[in-house]
């Protein structure tokens, strides 16, 4: 078992959120966690990553873990080549390869600000990937991609979940990305 989670509850303030998600994604499964605007989603996977501990109920994570946030949280005074092999701990050869991997082949030497917001996105996607995770958190990773990216990225994401099998929770609004990268797939509704 890589992840497991029993959210009773969790609210901001006076305005409750999650009540009662109970799961658990063992390795190679991925989990779609499908849902309106607004519902959740994001303060799910902030409370699975750890960010967050204001809630009741209990989230067991075995293993490293990795996440990929809708914005990429990059290091701006860092180069694309670092940002890599400090936050995923692999050489620059291994740092390399993972560039290419993402189409960001030449890239290495450029800062975040010099790259577009969806460079900026295949390195996030790159940083996750290189540091080969137990738990795998995605929320909504391809947004802002254009149509062949997404395709690209997708056949990317496909197979390095077959290749390392982490425990993966994928956060998209996207029906046809959870169709085709989810074992099992998980409706957010809002509360009444
Ligand atoms: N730090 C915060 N303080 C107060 N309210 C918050 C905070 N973060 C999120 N919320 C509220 O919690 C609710 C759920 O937000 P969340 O970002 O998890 O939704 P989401 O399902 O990921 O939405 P989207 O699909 O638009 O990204 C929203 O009503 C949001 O306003």
Known sequence: MSLHAAIHAKSFGALPVLRDVMFQVRR??????????????STLLRLLAGLDAD??????????????FQEPTLMPWRTALDNLRLTAGVDATQAQAALARVGLAGK??????????????RLSLARAYAAKPAILLLDEPFVSLDTALV??????????????????????????????LATRQMMLGALA
């Open 28 to 41: 190679g499964e991925v989990l779609a966690v499908l849902g309106p605007s607004g519902v959740g989603k």
């Open 108 to 121: 290495g030497g450029m800062y975040p600000g010099q790259l577009s917001l969806g460079q900026q996105r």
């Open 151 to 180: 395709t690209d990225m997708l056949a990317l994401t496909e197979s390095v979940i077959a290749e390392q099998r982490p425990a993966t929770v994928f956060v998209t609004h996207a029906q046809a990305e959870a169709d085709r």
């Open 55 to 68: 809630f009741t109920g209990e989230i067991r994570r075995e293993g490293r873990l990795a996440m990929v």
